[in-house]
């Protein structure tokens, strides 16, 4: 098998019988034609096809240390600084193609499947199958190009109550039994982004588990193809209306879905099950393995992108309607940019101090990393506000496509130009201004970003539980009992 092309993707896709409810529709196929998600598996289609591009096919993707054949960058399992640097480029790439606005690219997924896999002595402490069962499963969904989804958190019925204690324990997805080669989880986890459409869902830990024998059911790691018997994704309502491109400029495009996923006693065989009723093992899941790591690596990538794309269209928002002479105006860009600054000095610092893992895989350095995923869900709530700020009323004189070419056209030509577009070229760029600050598409990326990798308040928690503040609480303390 080698790297996927489009049309493969959507070929898959269509013989695939997930089950999804969206808007009081039970589906099982038909996803590639369903209006909720038909732009959004083509937007994907092309990350595909891009793997076969001249322009692109070198950095997307590597030969199979199995068959030789081209398959995606993300699955490389870095030696050297220059494998580390080509996967940071094929990121890049990949997030460049949607400005950042989709989250659930295979290379983020990818990257934790590598690190999970090149740690599988880590996997055979319990058993030796396990660690079978994650170098198989990862050259399956490599060799496959396979799109995965992941899906962590409990229900949020009840914060005050672990996930384990909710509704008696019904609620959290748990085993319920195990037969001869596997087991049946029945509950729920709260969200997948790209579940609908995604070809695997990975049903990782999340939540720190306590490590009591209560939590045993709780405890596993599986991954099961999405269309897997009992298996139901409750889909949120579509941002994408089926609008032109024009109108809807990202919802139109990336609006990558998230739904509800439900176990309705699926039975997920023992070779598809990474660790199982280990709560320790599970808390370490992530850094125990370095995964988290590689994961990082590749929303650093992510956020950059999405971060150019903010600089760029603040740019052309200001400039339109001139008001980059004002200080508080280029306050923001100033803003902006020392977000990007920082987000690429961080990443060159991580890759700069990378070194081989215990695995013998080179890992980008933590501390750079950690602080990119701690700066971003806050730094990125400022994008959408200052867009609003800049905008203004601009951001409601915005007509459709069908208004810039009807019979408003010479009304919106003389009354909506800007100091350097003509009318139906100024309302383009301020929907997409809206687009990205204040429709529902806008508002769900700024809450992507707050929460897609856990809530930053409970990591800032953790963040600094972690790091080691004594040598400069020491200084401090020697410089106050110096002699006076
Ligand atoms: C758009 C979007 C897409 C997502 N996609 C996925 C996905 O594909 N897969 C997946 O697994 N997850 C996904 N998530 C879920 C994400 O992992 C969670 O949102 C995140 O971990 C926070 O958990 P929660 O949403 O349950 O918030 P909650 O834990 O319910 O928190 C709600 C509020 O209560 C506070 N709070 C709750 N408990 C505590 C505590 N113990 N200490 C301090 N404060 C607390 C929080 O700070 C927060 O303000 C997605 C989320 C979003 C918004």
């Known amino acids: 098998m080698t ?42 289609a092309a990350l595909f096809d891009r793997q076969h591009d001249p322009e692109y096919r070198n950095v997307l993707t590597y030969p199979s240390p199995t068959t030789g054949d081209p398959v995606a960058t993300s699955f490389l399992i870095p030696r050297t600084r220059e494998d580390l640097a080509k996967r940071a480029q094929a990121f890049k790439l990949t997030a460049d193609a949607s400005f950042g606005m ?18 599988r002595t880590w996997f055979a402490q319990t058993d030796e199958n396990f660690a079978d069962n994650i170098t198989r499963y990862y050259e399956q969904v490599r060799e496959q190009d ?58 990782f830990p999340s939540t720190v588990l306590r490590g009591t024998p209560e939590d045993k059911p709780y405890s596993f790691a599986f991954a099961i193809p999405t269309d897997t018997s009992g298996l139901r994704f409750i889909a949120r309502e579509p941002f994408d209306y089926g609008r032109t491109h ?53 929303v650093v990538a992510r956020t950059t992108a999405k971060t150019e794309f903010i600089l760029g269209l603040t740019t052309l928002l200001t400039d339109a309607i001139g008001i980059g002479q004002f200080q508080h105006v280029q306050a923001d860009l100033a803003e902006i940019i020392t977000t990007l600054e920082t987000l690429r000095a961080l990443n060159r610092a991580a890759e700069a101090d990378a070194s081989a893992n215990a695995y013998d895989v ?22 959408p506000e ?12 915005t007509p459709t496509e069908a208004d810039v070419t009807g019979p408003a056209a010479a009304d919106i030509d003389q009354y909506l130009q800007a100091a350097t577009l003509a009318g139906r070229d100024r309302v383009r760029l301020f929907r997409l201004v809206w687009d990205a600050c204040a429709s529902a598409f806008a508002s769900r990326q700024a809450l992507y ?23 400069y609480a020491d200084r401090v303390r020697a410089f106050l009992t110096e002699p006076d």
């Not at 996927?4 to 034609?33: N, Y």
């Open 146 to 203: 396979l799109l995965c989804t992941h899906t962590l958190i409990p229900p949020q019925a009840n914060r005050a109550q672990p996930g384990g204690q909710q509704a008696g324990g019904a609620l959290m997805a748990h085993i319920v039994r195990e037969d001869d080669n596997g087991i049946v989880v029945r509950g729920a986890r709260m969200l997948a982004t790209i579940g609908p459409f995604a070809d695997e869902l990975l049903v």
């Open 386 to 397: 200052i867009l609003r700020k800049l905008g203004a009323s601009g951001l409601m004189a």
């Open 3 to 44: 790297a996927r092309t489009g049309a493969e993707f959507l070929d898959r896709l269509s013989t695939t019988r997930t089950h999804v409810e969206i808007q009081g529709e039970t589906l099982k196929g038909g996803i590639p034609d369903h209006p909720a998600f038909k732009n959004v598996v083509r937007t994907y």
């Open 449 to 471: 970003e707050y929460y897609f990798f856990g809530d930053p308040v409970r990591m800032a928690t953790a963040y600094q539980a972690s790091y080691d503040k004594a040598p």
């Open 102 to 119: 989709l989250g659930r690219t295979g290379d983020y997924l990818n990257s934790a499947l590598m690190a999970l896999a090149s740690a």
């Open 246 to 298: 024009f109108d809807h400029p990202l919802g139109s495009r990336f609006d990558e879905s998230d739904a509800v996923v439900v176990f309705d006693d699926v039975h997920v065989p023992y070779e598809r099950c990474f660790t199982l009723g280990d709560p320790e093992l599970c808390n370490g899941f992530y850094t125990a393995t370095d995964a988290l790591y590689h994961m990082t690596h590749q």
């Open 362 to 383: 080179m890992t980008p350095a933590w501390a750079p990393l950690n602080a990119a995923r701690n700066l971003y869900p806050r730094l990125y709530q400022r994008f």
